[in-house]
């Protein structure tokens, strides 16, 4: 059975920091990047979600969107296939639910530019709130 169990939100204030956590069981981790999408509030029953984030299959590629680079850090433990989300100075912006999601790499879709739509992730996490107080 495949799982994506994400864990570490919270509510916080501006400028804290909180570390996610998406663990994966059911697939062969090193096939796969995973990545980090947040649901935008407000937009809920749009669907419409912001790619935040991804670390590509076996070689450690990473994306970073536009509004978290240079504050969020994504990493992988293969040991453990465990994805991290680490987000520091966070601001209220950043509030929303957070999904991990796995795409299976049959061509780089997490790359240094960008990283694949969210209507293409082949396994989908549970979600976790993340709420950002001003």
């Known amino acids: 059975e495949v799982q994506l169990v994400e864990s570490g939100g919270g509510l916080v204030q501006a400028g804290e920091s909180l570390r996610l956590s998406c663990a994966v069981s059911?697939?062969?981790?090193?096939?796969?990047?995973i990545g980090w999408f947040r649901q935008i509030p407000g937009k809920a029953s749009e669907g419409v979600s912001e790619?935040?984030?991804?670390?590509?299959?076996?070689?450690?590629?990473?994306y970073y969107g536009d509004s978290v680079k240079g504050r969020f850090t994504i990493s992988s433990d293969n040991a453990k296939n465990t994805v991290y989300l680490q987000m520091n100075a966070l601001k209220p912006e950043d509030t929303g639910v957070y999904y991990c999601?796995?795409?299976?790499?049959?061509?780089?879709?997490?790359?240094?530019?960008?990283?694949?739509?969210?209507?293409?992730?082949?396994?989908w996490g549970q979600g976790t709130q993340v709420t950002v107080s001003s």
């Open positions: 059911g697939f062969t981790f090193d096939d796969y990047a």
């Open positions: 999601a796995a795409k299976l790499e049959t061509y780089p879709y997490c790359s240094g530019r960008s990283m694949w739509s969210p209507a293409f992730s082949g396994y």
């Open positions: 790619g935040v984030s991804c670390i590509g299959s076996s070689d450690g590629r990473t």
